[in-house]
């Protein structure tokens, strides 16, 4: 007896969730992934960006094409989820952002749609590698991806804790903020911890410039924008009675446009080269971008909310939600082809669904499961109508 569309979709997300892979290592799981879409018969290509997987369904006559993508890779987190039946078997690796979650909904609508064949078109179903640290899409574009799969608009989503389970939330424009990477290495002249004043004390420098680089959102930023400057890292080379020679701050910064992207760069570089140079020390400082916005089409929000609406009803469906300073690869895709990025609430109690992403227990929500494979297949009815 075929097996009921819930009860596979939590096969096969379970199964995933035990086997995590971190990026661009994703052997196994784009296997597994492939020899599933090729039993419902789908066109397989492999290796695309890597790791990366897309599956074509060819319906009809009609000359669209859209793309329907999930995340493949995991984090490299010890889960922590004592008597969890499907946790990770992968020491020190873990499904904490729900990617298992959204390449088996993924699939899901990939069986929805071969068994009805209810559009006119062709959907074509793209699995990337690496989402987490930024590189996955920019990998499948250089290798050809929208050149050999020529598509007219690209949807996606991800699970998110604190939003009611299987709620669905999107937004016309940004709605998921750039990151860009920052290292500021401070050198100045160690010494001994009783005798400060023979030496440049690089922890006092490098104190003062994570403390005024603070200033910058309140200060140069215009009011209405947004943007967060995190720093993460303070690493040095003293020990306890050694003042050191060394100090290297480490950070991430968060925007919605590469004009605040570029205001961000340009001061935090004056203002800690500034202040290295007001007490004597060296200042290296190095700025990378690893993700852009994540910016929705106005053409495509009405039809992911139509979608939604069909699938889980007018109350459980946001049109206008708050954008998040999270990040997401999807933005890189988003630059090339038009198309939308959908938030779907997990759950929002801790003991089903509401644990924070990335926290070495979270577990994806398998109540959410068919109620996303059904949207992503309705996003397909609707783009490409019979």
């Not at 096969?12 to 020899?35: K, N």
């Not at 023979?198 to 009011?223: E, F, H, K, Y």
């Not at 050191?244 to 760069?265: C, E, F, M, W």
Request: proline fraction near 5%; hydrophobic fraction near 40%.
């Amino acid at each position: 007896m075929e097996a009921t569309l819930q009860s596979q979709l939590k096969g096969w997300r379970q199964y995933l969730h035990q086997r995590p892979e971190t990026g661009f290592e994703e052997i196994h799981t784009s296997d597994y992934v492939a020899q599933i879409l090729r039993t419902l018969g789908l066109e397989v290509h492999r290796g695309i960006g890597g790791t990366g997987v897309v599956a074509n369904l060819t319906v009809g006559d009609g000359q669209r094409a859209i793309g329907i993508r999930a995340d493949m890779d995991a984090l490299n987190i010890a889960e922590n989820a004592p008597g969890r039946p499907h946790a990770s078997v992968n020491n020190g690796k873990m499904h904490a952002c729900g990617h298992d979650g959204h390449m088996s909904m993924v699939l899901g609508a990939a069986r929805l749609l071969a068994e009805k064949k209810d559009f006119n078109g062709t959907v074509r179903f793209i699995f990337q590698p690496a989402e987490e640290h930024g590189r996955g899409a920019k990998a499948m574009m250089a290798d050809g991806l929208f050149e050999r799969f020529p598509i007219d608009a690209i949807f996606g989503a991800h699970n998110m804790p604190g939003m009611p389970a299987g709620s669905f939330a999107t937004r016309a424009g940004g709605i998921m903020g750039s990151e860009d990477n920052f290292v500021i290495h401070v050198k100045a002249r160690g010494t001994h911890a009783a005798r400060p004043h023979m030496g440049v004390d690089p922890i006092v420098i490098a104190a003062q410039i994570v403390l005024a680089l603070q200033t910058i959102v309140s200060r140069n930023l215009d009011p209405g924008e947004q943007a967060v400057i995190s720093c993460t890292e303070f690493i040095t080379d003293g020990i306890r009675n050694v003042i050191p020679s060394n100090v290297t701050i480490k950070g991430d910064t968060r925007s919605y446009s590469p004009a605040v992207q570029a205001l961000l760069a340009t001061r935090m570089r004056e203002v800690s080269e500034g202040i290295c140079r007001a007490h004597g020390a060296e200042c290296y400082f190095e700025y990378t971008h690893e993700f852009v916005p994540t910016v929705n089409s106005e053409d495509y929000v009405d039809v992911a909310l139509q979608a939604a609406r069909n699938i889980a009803g007018e109350t459980l469906v946001t049109a206008d939600v708050a954008p998040m300073m999270t990040s997401e690869d999807f933005g890189a895709f988003l630059m090339h082809v038009p198309g939308n990025f959908m938030f779907i609430g997990n759950g929002d109690k801790p003991e089903r669904g509401g644990i924070p992403l990335h926290n070495a227990s979270y577990d994806f929500n398998d109540d959410i499961l068919e109620s996303g494979a059904r949207y992503f297949a309705e996003v397909a009815r609707l783009q490409l109508p019979r």
